[in-house]
């Protein structure tokens, strides 16, 4: 059954401080026949890779995927892995110590950070930011910043450089960076907020009633499944239910109590850090799907981060152990923690390859990047990134592929492909010599 009526494509439905997006429907066709929302978000791991168990050994469409890829098999068709990239920007050039800051800070900047662990930090705006000043104004937010590590903005954490250079990728201004949030309430709040000064009164009363936010958008629901057809409406209830099982987690996150009274944490973040990184990307697979923005970032940890991860047996601090000098206790532990990281994307790229978009998939209609500032973290060098792309990018990339470029190839150049694909008129990014072929 076909659509009964013509939806306009940011169609909300509102309730008391509530406002909830929807996702693409049959009925928001006519509007753009062909087109369909392209997504970007840039994932960030910290303290490098252990790259002989991550680089493939063959180029092209055969290549075999290395140990810590092996979670991401099923998703193989999506992924193009990119080897050679360098951020020469994250080298010392004549400022000596300091890389895990450097890494973090040049991860989406492609510039040098002024040292300095006072209040006048520099660095250069980050593509995300570039990307949402182009396409922005099309949804409720023009990006989004989450992460699982909160941490101080100011002070020294690196050699001499501001914490505000490891705990953050994201720069609106080469001076001001876009905090991440940790906290998923906060997240969720952010995306299905109703109207300003709206929003802490229908918060409190929320959350004061245990209520849905689909509670307080019903009767809008109700009058939008009688305009549409029967696809549409299979579709908006899988949404609807995506969303209540995101909330539901949310609160059970609310309602546990931290394993130590003497670790503060924000109301809302699940004690498990599996089951917080987990969250964030539901939160960030919902925001896509319900078009409320378009560019996302994720820290998965802060640069530098020494989180231990007694879960998976490792209890030294994934920092301490980065530096191995060959042990291959420590070894071991980079390996699983690497490996953790990438089980997680797996995760994440299986909900988006689930979820309809159009005639393909949300990961068909996404570019998901997602690597380190950090190449081999016991080396600190900043050459040969790990760099992986996952999506189709709405039909802009041709994934299934190893491509390895030149040694020393400005990460830049990826970044500078990516914006003017993205609809940001840029000839030139950083130190990028052009864009990349072979996307």
């Known amino acids: 059954m076909k659509s009964t009526s013509k939806l306009n494509r940011r169609t909300f439905l509102r309730g008391a401080g509530a406002a909830l997006s929807l996702p693409f429907l049959e009925s928001m066709a006519w509007a753009a026949p062909t087109a369909r929302p392209k997504r970007t978000a840039f994932l960030f791991v910290p303290n490098g890779m252990h790259m002989e168990d991550w680089t493939p050994k063959q180029t092209g469409a055969d290549f075999e995927l290395p140990w810590l890829m092996e979670p991401l098999a099923p998703l193989r068709k999506q992924l193009l892995v990119l080897s050679g990239l360098t951020h020469d920007k994250g080298r010392a050039n004549g400022d000596g110590p300091g890389d895990h800051a450097r890494s973090a800070a040049v991860y989406l900047t492609g510039a040098q950070p002024f040292k300095t662990a006072g209040s006048d930090i520099e660095v250069g705006v980050s593509v995300d930011q570039l990307l949402a000043q182009a396409i922005g104004r099309r949804t409720k937010l023009s990006s989004l910043e989450i992460g699982c590590e909160s941490a101080r903005q100011s002070g020294q954490c690196d050699s001499g450089y501001s914490c505000a250079y490891s705990s953050n990728i994201s720069w609106r201004t080469p001076h001001t960076p876009m905090l991440k949030e940790v906290d998923p ?159 997680q994307l797996a995760y994440f790229l299986t909900k988006m390859a689930s979820i309809q978009d159009g005639e393909g998939s949300l990961l068909d209609n996404s570019t998901i990047v997602f690597g380190s500032g950090i190449s081999d973290g016991n080396r600190h060098n900043h050459d040969d990134l790990p760099v992986l792309i996952a999506g189709g990018g709405g039909g802009d990339l041709t994934p299934g592929r190893h491509v390895k470029f030149a040694r020393n190839t400005p990460m830049n150049n990826l970044y500078l492909s990516l914006m003017q694909r993205g609809g940001v008129r840029r000839t030139s990014f950083g130190d990028s010599t052009g864009t990349l072929s072979g996307l």
């Open 185 to 343: 309430r906060l997240v969720f709040e952010r995306m299905f907020g109703g109207r300003p000064g709206e929003s802490e009164e229908s918060r409190a009363r929320r959350l004061a009633t245990r209520k849905s936010i689909l509670d307080f958008v019903t009767e809008d629901a109700k009058r939008l499944h009688k305009r549409i057809g029967k696809a549409d409406r299979r579709k908006i209830d899988e949404y609807f239910a995506g969303v209540r099982e995101v909330e539901r987690r949310i609160e059970m996150a609310e309602s546990g109590s931290s394993p130590d009274p003497a670790m503060k944490r924000p109301d809302g973040v699940p004690q498990a850090y599996v089951d917080h990184v987990r969250l964030m990307y539901d939160l960030l697979a919902l925001a896509f799907q319900a078009d409320a923005t378009r560019v996302a970032t994720f820290m998965l940890a802060n640069e530098g981060s020494n989180r231990t991860y007694p879960f998976i047996g490792v209890r030294d601090g994934h920092h301490h152990i980065s530096h191995h000098g060959g042990d291959r206790h420590k070894i071991e532990g980079i390996r699983k923690i690497n490996r953790f990281h990438t089980e």
